[in-house]
Protein backbone atom coordinates (compact mmCIF):
# COMPACT_ATOMS: atom_id res chain seq x y z
CA UNK A 1 0.00 0.00 0.00
CA UNK A 2 1.45 3.55 -1.17
CA UNK A 3 -0.37 6.63 -0.29
CA UNK A 4 0.79 10.13 -1.33
CA UNK A 5 -0.15 12.41 1.30
CA UNK A 6 -0.14 15.96 1.16
CA UNK A 7 -1.63 19.43 2.43
CA UNK A 8 -1.97 22.93 1.55
CA UNK A 9 -2.02 23.38 -1.63
CA UNK A 10 -3.44 26.59 -1.83
CA UNK A 11 -4.92 27.16 -5.22
CA UNK A 12 -1.00 26.31 -6.97
CA UNK A 13 -1.41 23.75 -9.56
CA UNK A 14 2.33 24.33 -10.57
CA UNK A 15 3.30 22.80 -7.31
CA UNK A 16 0.53 20.33 -7.30
CA UNK A 17 1.61 19.18 -10.74
CA UNK A 18 5.31 18.82 -9.50
CA UNK A 19 4.31 16.84 -5.99
CA UNK A 20 1.98 14.48 -8.66
CA UNK A 21 4.79 13.79 -11.32
CA UNK A 22 7.50 13.17 -8.10
CA UNK A 23 4.82 10.51 -6.39
CA UNK A 24 4.29 8.05 -9.24
CA UNK A 25 2.24 5.49 -9.21
CA UNK A 26 0.26 5.04 -6.00
CA UNK A 27 -2.61 3.47 -4.48
CA UNK A 28 -4.59 6.17 -2.88
CA UNK A 29 -4.21 9.63 -2.23
CA UNK A 30 -4.52 11.54 1.41
CA UNK A 31 -5.25 15.00 0.66
CA UNK A 32 -5.49 17.45 4.17
CA UNK A 33 -6.90 21.13 3.60
CA UNK A 34 -6.08 24.53 2.74
CA UNK A 35 -6.96 23.49 -1.13
CA UNK A 36 -7.69 26.35 -3.08
CA UNK A 37 -7.18 29.91 -1.48
CA UNK A 38 -4.62 32.06 -2.21
CA UNK A 39 -3.37 30.83 -4.89
CA UNK A 40 -3.37 32.14 -8.57
CA UNK A 41 -5.92 29.08 -9.87
CA UNK A 42 -8.03 28.03 -7.01
CA UNK A 43 -10.04 26.08 -9.58
CA UNK A 44 -7.41 24.45 -11.80
CA UNK A 45 -6.41 22.96 -8.27
CA UNK A 46 -8.82 21.35 -6.89
CA UNK A 47 -10.19 20.02 -10.28
CA UNK A 48 -6.86 17.89 -10.36
CA UNK A 49 -7.22 16.95 -6.78
CA UNK A 50 -10.91 15.99 -7.05
CA UNK A 51 -9.81 14.05 -10.24
CA UNK A 52 -6.93 11.95 -8.30
CA UNK A 53 -8.00 8.24 -8.00
CA UNK A 54 -8.75 6.91 -4.86
CA UNK A 55 -8.46 10.08 -2.78
CA UNK A 56 -9.56 11.39 0.47
CA UNK A 57 -9.67 15.07 1.51
CA UNK A 58 -10.32 17.08 4.84
CA UNK A 59 -11.03 20.35 4.84
CA UNK A 60 -8.82 23.03 6.01
CA UNK A 61 -8.83 26.32 7.87
CA UNK A 62 -8.29 28.51 4.65
CA UNK A 63 -11.34 26.21 2.63
CA UNK A 64 -13.41 27.51 5.52
CA UNK A 65 -12.67 31.07 5.19
CA UNK A 66 -13.48 30.68 1.44
CA UNK A 67 -16.76 28.69 1.87
CA UNK A 68 -18.25 30.83 5.40
CA UNK A 69 -18.33 33.83 6.65
CA UNK A 70 -15.70 33.27 9.04
CA UNK A 71 -12.10 35.21 8.31
CA UNK A 72 -8.55 35.25 9.71
CA UNK A 73 -6.70 37.73 11.64
CA UNK A 74 -8.89 39.34 14.90
CA UNK A 75 -12.48 40.50 15.22
CA UNK A 76 -13.05 44.14 13.31
CA UNK A 77 -13.88 45.74 16.06
CA UNK A 78 -10.59 45.19 18.45
CA UNK A 79 -9.04 46.34 14.38
CA UNK A 80 -10.58 49.55 14.63
CA UNK A 81 -8.11 52.35 14.72
CA UNK A 82 -5.05 50.02 13.96
CA UNK A 83 -3.28 51.17 11.15
CA UNK A 84 -1.60 48.19 10.01
CA UNK A 85 -4.02 45.34 10.78
CA UNK A 86 -7.22 47.33 8.88
CA UNK A 87 -5.59 47.15 5.63
CA UNK A 88 -4.46 43.50 5.84
CA UNK A 89 -8.18 42.22 6.89
CA UNK A 90 -9.17 44.25 3.99
CA UNK A 91 -6.69 42.36 1.34
CA UNK A 92 -7.84 39.11 3.42
CA UNK A 93 -11.45 39.20 3.22
CA UNK A 94 -10.82 40.39 -0.86
CA UNK A 95 -8.69 37.57 -1.41
CA UNK A 96 -10.96 34.98 -0.11
CA UNK A 97 -14.25 36.60 -1.75
CA UNK A 98 -11.92 36.40 -5.08
CA UNK A 99 -11.49 32.98 -4.48
CA UNK A 100 -15.02 31.91 -3.89
CA UNK A 101 -16.17 33.44 -6.73
CA UNK A 102 -13.75 31.60 -8.76
CA UNK A 103 -14.84 28.60 -7.47
CA UNK A 104 -18.72 29.19 -7.76
CA UNK A 105 -18.77 30.28 -11.43
CA UNK A 106 -17.26 26.80 -12.28
CA UNK A 107 -19.69 24.72 -9.86
CA UNK A 108 -17.14 23.79 -6.97
CA UNK A 109 -18.20 25.91 -3.78
CA UNK A 110 -20.50 22.58 -2.40
CA UNK A 111 -17.72 20.27 -2.90
CA UNK A 112 -15.23 22.59 -0.93
CA UNK A 113 -18.07 23.30 1.39
CA UNK A 114 -18.57 19.76 2.35
CA UNK A 115 -15.22 18.10 3.37
CA UNK A 116 -14.77 16.33 6.31
CA UNK A 117 -12.84 17.81 9.40
CA UNK A 118 -10.44 14.49 9.15
CA UNK A 119 -10.11 10.67 7.71
CA UNK A 120 -8.67 7.55 9.50
CA UNK A 121 -7.32 4.33 8.00
CA UNK A 122 -5.63 1.05 9.79
CA UNK A 123 -3.01 -0.05 7.84
CA UNK A 124 -1.94 -3.49 7.09
CA UNK A 125 -0.56 -4.47 9.75
CA UNK A 126 -2.61 -3.09 12.61
CA UNK A 127 -1.47 0.56 12.34
CA UNK A 128 -4.12 3.51 13.32
CA UNK A 129 -3.58 6.54 10.82
CA UNK A 130 -5.68 9.79 11.48
CA UNK A 131 -5.42 12.66 8.78
CA UNK A 132 -6.40 16.42 9.82
CA UNK A 133 -5.23 19.54 8.88
CA UNK A 134 -4.21 21.42 11.94
CA UNK A 135 -4.81 18.95 15.00
CA UNK A 136 -8.14 16.47 15.88
CA UNK A 137 -11.14 18.13 15.96
CA UNK A 138 -9.32 21.68 14.51
CA UNK A 139 -9.00 22.72 11.49
CA UNK A 140 -6.76 25.67 12.85
CA UNK A 141 -4.93 27.06 15.52
CA UNK A 142 -1.24 26.36 16.54
CA UNK A 143 -1.07 22.43 15.14
CA UNK A 144 2.30 20.94 14.84
CA UNK A 145 5.17 23.07 14.71
CA UNK A 146 9.15 22.26 14.87
CA UNK A 147 9.14 24.51 18.04
CA UNK A 148 6.05 22.92 20.09
CA UNK A 149 7.46 21.22 23.54
CA UNK A 150 6.26 17.57 24.21
CA UNK A 151 4.01 18.87 27.22
CA UNK A 152 2.23 20.82 24.20
CA UNK A 153 1.53 18.25 21.77
CA UNK A 154 0.48 15.55 24.73
CA UNK A 155 -2.42 18.59 25.08
CA UNK A 156 -3.11 19.09 21.28
CA UNK A 157 -2.95 15.20 20.32
CA UNK A 158 -3.42 13.30 23.66
CA UNK A 159 -6.71 12.36 22.42
CA UNK A 160 -6.28 11.09 18.83
CA UNK A 161 -6.87 7.53 19.30
CA UNK A 162 -4.29 6.83 16.63
CA UNK A 163 -0.85 5.49 16.00
CA UNK A 164 0.16 7.70 13.62
CA UNK A 165 -0.96 11.58 12.93
CA UNK A 166 -0.82 13.17 9.91
CA UNK A 167 -1.63 17.34 9.46
CA UNK A 168 -0.26 20.45 7.56
CA UNK A 169 -1.22 23.93 8.45
CA UNK A 170 2.00 25.31 9.91
CA UNK A 171 3.40 24.74 6.59
CA UNK A 172 6.92 23.22 8.24
CA UNK A 173 7.56 19.27 8.05
CA UNK A 174 8.00 17.66 11.27
CA UNK A 175 8.37 14.26 12.68
CA UNK A 176 8.12 13.42 16.25
CA UNK A 177 7.08 10.67 18.40
CA UNK A 178 5.14 11.50 21.58
CA UNK A 179 4.09 8.68 24.01
CA UNK A 180 4.85 6.16 21.51
CA UNK A 181 2.33 8.28 18.81
CA UNK A 182 4.09 9.58 16.03
CA UNK A 183 3.15 12.89 14.57
CA UNK A 184 3.92 14.06 11.42
CA UNK A 185 3.21 17.70 9.94
CA UNK A 186 3.68 16.81 5.82
CA UNK A 187 4.72 20.71 4.94
CA UNK A 188 3.14 22.75 2.44
CA UNK A 189 2.79 21.72 -1.55
CA UNK A 190 1.94 25.30 -2.56
CA UNK A 191 2.66 28.12 -0.58
CA UNK A 192 6.00 28.07 0.73
CA UNK A 193 7.05 30.53 3.95
CA UNK A 194 9.28 33.15 3.25
CA UNK A 195 12.88 32.53 4.41
CA UNK A 196 12.26 28.93 4.67
CA UNK A 197 12.75 25.94 1.91
CA UNK A 198 11.05 27.36 -0.88
CA UNK A 199 10.29 23.53 -2.73
CA UNK A 200 6.97 21.81 -2.16
CA UNK A 201 6.72 19.28 0.95
CA UNK A 202 5.01 15.92 1.00
CA UNK A 203 4.97 12.60 2.28
CA UNK A 204 4.71 9.33 1.19
CA UNK A 205 3.40 6.31 3.10
CA UNK A 206 4.08 2.62 2.23
CA UNK A 207 3.02 0.19 4.55
CA UNK A 208 2.43 -3.54 4.44
CA UNK A 209 1.56 -5.94 7.13
CA UNK A 210 5.03 -5.89 8.34
CA UNK A 211 4.86 -2.13 9.03
CA UNK A 212 4.64 1.29 7.48
CA UNK A 213 6.93 3.82 6.71
CA UNK A 214 6.84 7.67 6.50
CA UNK A 215 9.29 9.14 3.56
CA UNK A 216 9.24 13.26 3.57
CA UNK A 217 10.04 14.46 -0.06
CA UNK A 218 11.32 17.97 -1.87
CA UNK A 219 9.74 18.99 -4.99
CA UNK A 220 11.22 22.00 -7.01
CA UNK A 221 8.77 23.81 -9.83
CA UNK A 222 8.55 26.97 -11.43
CA UNK A 223 7.89 29.88 -9.03
CA UNK A 224 8.70 32.26 -11.49
CA UNK A 225 5.31 30.81 -13.20
CA UNK A 226 3.19 31.31 -10.04
CA UNK A 227 4.05 34.69 -9.55
CA UNK A 228 3.04 35.33 -13.66
CA UNK A 229 -0.35 33.90 -12.88
CA UNK A 230 -0.80 35.59 -9.82
CA UNK A 231 -0.46 38.91 -11.98
CA UNK A 232 -1.87 37.56 -15.22
CA UNK A 233 -5.27 36.80 -13.01
CA UNK A 234 -5.07 40.24 -10.75
CA UNK A 235 -4.97 38.44 -7.55
CA UNK A 236 -6.36 40.97 -5.12
CA UNK A 237 -3.81 40.06 -2.50
CA UNK A 238 -0.64 39.61 -4.58
CA UNK A 239 1.64 41.83 -2.75
CA UNK A 240 0.87 39.45 1.07
CA UNK A 241 2.04 36.18 -1.45
CA UNK A 242 4.90 37.72 -3.70
CA UNK A 243 7.67 37.09 -0.97
CA UNK A 244 6.65 33.37 -0.69
CA UNK A 245 7.75 32.70 -4.53
CA UNK A 246 10.51 35.07 -4.71
CA UNK A 247 13.42 32.88 -2.89
Request: with cysteine; aromatic share 6%.
Amino acid sequence: MRVAVLSDVHGNPFALDAVLADAGDVDAYWVLGDLAALGPDPVGAVERLAALPNASFTGGNADRYVTTTDLPGPPVAEAIGNAEIVPRLIESAGSFGWTRGCLTAKGWFDWLAGLPLDVRTTLPDGTRVLGVHASPGRDDGPGLAPAHTDDELRERFGGADADVVLVGHTHLPVDRRVDGMRLVNLGAVGLPIPGEDPRASYVILDADTAGCELEHRRVDYDRGAVLAALERVRYPAIDFLAPSFRA
